[in-house]
C-alpha cells in the first residue's frame, strides 16, 4: 500500500491551496479558508464559527451553518433566490442582523469583508420548509 500511496502522489501533485468555499449537505453548512494556516475554531453563534491563526489570533476561515434555513427565511419575506451562485456575504449580513450583543456583531463586521467575492453554487440546495 505504501507504495501505491507513494506513486499516486507522484502522479497527482497538489496544486496548493485555493480559497474556495465549500458546502456540504449532509450537515448544510458551509466552510471558507482564505488561508492555509493552522487554526482553531470559535463559535460566534448558532450561524458562525471562525477559524482564528494559531499564531496570530487573525481570522483565517469560517463556518456557516443552517444554510438551507436562511434560504428559507428568505423565502417568508418574499425573497426568492434565483441566482446559481449565493455570496457567503449575504448569510453573514443575515447573521449580524439577529447578533445578541458586541461581540458577535464585532466578529461579523470581521467575516464579511472575508468572505466578500466568495460563492457557492445553489444547485441542489432546497430552502427548508417552513
Known amino acids: 500500500m505504501e507504495q501505491d500511496l507513494k506513486q499516486y502522489l507522484a502522479d497527482h501533485p497538489s496544486k496548493g491551496f485555493r480559497a474556495v468555499p465549500h458546502y456540504f449537505p449532509a450537515g448544510d453548512y458551509v466552510t471558507f479558508y482564505v ?5 482553531f475554531a470559535e463559535r460566534v453563534d448558532d450561524l458562525l464559527t471562525v477559524f482564528l491563526s494559531s499564531e ?7 463556518k456557516i451553518k443552517g444554510i438551507k434555513h ?11 433566490v434565483s441566482s446559481a451562485d449565493l455570496a457567503l456575504e449575504l448569510f453573514c449580513v443575515m447573521g449580524k442582523s439577529s447578533a445578541k450583543d458586541r461581540d458577535q456583531r464585532r466578529r461579523y463586521d470581521e467575516a464579511i469583508p472575508l468572505v466578500k467575492g ?5 444547485g441542489g440546495i432546497v430552502p427548508a420548509s417552513t
Open 118 to 122: 466568495a460563492v457557492i453554487g445553489s
Open 56 to 62: 496570530t489570533g487573525e481570522m483565517v476561515g469560517c
Open 35 to 39: 488561508k492555509d494556516e493552522r487554526c
Open 70 to 80: 436562511l434560504l428559507a427565511a428568505l423565502g417568508v419575506f418574499g425573497v426568492v
